[in-house]
């Protein structure tokens, strides 16, 4: 079949995309005029850029000589919408930081979306448009995307993914291996907070209106904390799937050293502690995504820490351990009664498609 | 639950991966040790390059002052094995051509993989190795990863997505929008292939086994064309969803020309064409997955073709038409019986899930 017998002088240029009632079909990636129409209508729309613009299969720019930086991640989280964001907003934030991990500024997006057969086209819409603003929050362009379609039951919904690249911050060299005893270890605020209200949520918690997931992007603070204390940071790390304990457990292998925490020092949300004890779950596992661990070197510990309190997204931040000298590369943490335990990553399924 | 209670001295580097019987679990998306068992055993090892070796969430490298280009793509082909490769080599190759397309030598490409429990790990691992070898083939690293996983029945097997940055070729200037009317349409070879094998393994067709997807990496035919005619290269693309149709379609738009076809300049295989006539499929709708058409100046399009014909991926190139003044930015064809018919894209679904 050719398309011939379908054209009609006059109706070559119309463009149809019932944004209200309508559904993704098979054909929106089908890779002719109906996928054309959602990406010219949808996303070129809302991720408006003039690279983007290019309309070519692949975005064209100029860089300086630069340290740079490149990842990925992608997006597979249940539901999709949640209390403090949805996966259009968590696809920007969690590529944002893990960038801003590297010490880097994020420069570019590429978006690919999986869409499976059925989803409303309004979803679509609202999880897109989160998508633009939490990228001109974030002030990154989606530059290049790709849509699939798979049929009704061989997806879940919209599964996103995220790649981005950066440029290194000037005097800036962090990286998972650079742990010293001696060092100090920060975090930017509480901790648990994406993971338990996604787990409320899914469980039908009745409190689950008051949990909030914290994701956001990490950039600003990021580039703050340079500024006040470049050379003198050494890790960062976004303790995302697995947490504090999974993301300081793998820091320690890394690094070739220990770590001890300080329990009483966790900043844990009452309503995040009490949702915890009902599920069953340790927040030292649970995921977050607005939150960075900083290990840094002990005599800008304390003005490090200030700075970041000074930030919206650093506001309960707080010293919460320091790298030691452990062959065994453990994670230790010093309890509220004093006792000390060592603090393992998990090993079984604990919280599935968190993220 | 913390993972206290596991830990055991001794047992704590302990990895397993059971390669030969064993199967995705959710606890491999999860974030703790059975993920990064997973990272370290399959992808790690089979991607190896230093900077994937950092280790961190993103890869960091130096780039002196350059053009670049940055392009995704997700893979969602139904089946995952096919004559002339699989999702993982396509994966590779959809990329790396994308690259190619903006005139880029590829450098690094990014892999998200979204697994659906129950996968088997041989088959994953068969998939991973195609990737690393397609990847050493077309000389780019694979430099960062995701992995996440969803229940058994959420997904269909594995989904990847690639994303790419490329450098790009000093003189090359390739745009969709720069055809001109009197410039050159060519082929590097023989359309519909990939398409075909596809379907026609997916329709249990017996003469399946003559069918060969063309998928390949392009990037050293564009480097050799790009030598020989750089400046005079005005569109490259690879006509892979939707055909030769769509792609000449979208460059009429983009660049406000015509574009007319000979029908009997087009290089198609006897098999392929057989194989279309029995599926009810038209040779300029079915994606290719190792070809590209280039539209260049008129006088140098004869030594371009003899350039292309040198190349064992240009061997059967050959030029197909020219752009010519449209209002109406028809693609137009002359059929083999010296007719004239419009060639529009397809509205309706034609070949789901092709890659």
Known sequence: MS?????????????????????VQMNHGAGGRAMTDLIDLLFRKAFDNPLLNQANDQARFHVPAQDMVMTTDSFVISPLFFPGGDIGSLAVHGTVNDLAMGGAEALYLTAGFILEEGLPLADLA?????????????GVQIVSGDTKVVERGKGDGVFINTAGIGRVIAGVN????????????LISGTIGDHGVAVMSLRQGLSFSTQLRSDSASLNGLVAVMAARAGPSL??????????????????????????????????????????????????????????????????????????????????????????????????????????????????????????
Chains 1, 2 share one sequence.
């Open 234 to 355: 050494k890790v960062l790390r976004d303790p995302t799937r697995g947490g504090v304990a999974a993301t300081l457990n793998e820091v320690a292998q890394q690094s070739g050293v220990g770590i001890q925490l300080q329990e009483t020092a966790l900043p844990v949300r009452p309503e995040v502690r009490g949702a915890c004890e009902l599920l069953g779950l340790d927040p030292l596992n649970v995921a977050n995504e607005g939150k960075l661990l900083v290990i840094c070197e002990a005599d800008v510990a304390d003005e490090l820490l200030a700075t970041m309190q000074q930030q919206p997204l650093g506001r309960d931040a707080a010293i919460i351990g320091e790298v030691i000298e452990d062959p065994l590369l453990l994670l230790r943490m010093t309890t509220h009664i004093g006792g000390d335990r060592v603090v393992d990553w998990l090993h079984g399924e604990q919280l599935p498609r968190i993220c």
């Open 174 to 185: 962090v990286s998972g291996d650079r742990a010293r005893p001696g060092d100090k270890v």
């Open 126 to 138: 609202r999880i897109v448009d989160s998508m633009a603003a939490a990228a001109r929050e974030a």
């Open 3 to 23: 398309g011939q017998s379908e054209f009609l002088p006059g109706q070559r240029q119309a463009r149809r995309l019932d944004l209200h009632s309508g559904t």
